[in-house]
C-alpha cells in the first residue's frame, strides 16, 4: 500500500514507561520497512511523565518536522490528553484497526495512541500499519476537521 503520509518526513514517536517495550519493537518495524523514525524518548522502562514525551512528539508534527506521530502509555489516554493540547494536533486512541482506519479516513488524525496495557504488541503494529496507510476522506470530514481548532 501507498503511504497516506509524505514519507520523506520522519515519523516522531514518543512513550512512557508502560510504553516503552512496544515503542522499540515499533521502531524496529517502522525501521525495517524503510521509515525514518525520529524517537522522542523515554529511552527505558524506569518509571517517566508521559507529558515529558507527548508534547515533544506532538511539536514535531504540529511544526511540519515529522509526517506524523505515534505515541504510546499503558492506556493511551494520558498521551492522547497531552497531544491534543496542541492547537495542530489530531490525536487518537486506537485499540482497533477499524478505530485507526476511521480516525485517518473522517478526523484526519495525525498522532496515532497505543494502549500497550490492552492490546498486544503484534495488534499495535498492524494498527500503525493501518493508520500509515489510509489516507484521509476529504470531502465532508473536511469540513468538520476545520471546525476542531479553538484559534
Not at 500500500?1 to 521502531?27: L, N, Q, R
Amino acid at each position: 500500500m501507498t503511504p497516506a503520509f509524505d514519507m520523506s518526513k520522519p515519523v516522531a514517536i514518543g512513550c512512557d514507561h508502560a510504553g516503552f517495550e512496544y515503542k522499540m519493537e515499533i521502531v524496529k518495524h517502522l525501521n525495517g520497512l524503510g521509515y525514518q523514525v525520529e524517537d522522542m524518548g523515554t529511552y527505558s522502562a524506569g518509571s517517566v511523565d508521559y507529558p515529558d514525551f507527548a508534547h515533544p512528539t506532538a511539536e514535531s508534527v504540529e511544526k511540519g518536522n515529522a509526517a506524523f506521530g505515534i505515541l504510546i502509555c499503558g492506556s493511551a489516554n494520558g498521551v492522547a490528553i497531552t497531544a491534543n493540547k496542541h492547537q495542530g494536533i489530531r490525536a487518537a486512541i486506537c485499540w482497533q484497526k477499524d478505530i485507526a482506519e476511521l480516525t485517518r479516513l473522517h478526523n484526519n488524525a495525525n498522532i496515532v495512541c497505543i494502549p500497550a496495557r490492552f492490546i498486544s504488541l503484534h495488534y499495535a503494529i498492524d494498527i500503525v500499519n493501518t493508520f500509515i496507510n489510509t489516507p484521509f476522506e476529504g470531502g465532508r470530514h473536511a469540513q468538520r476537521v476545520n471546525k476542531i481548532a479553538c484559534s
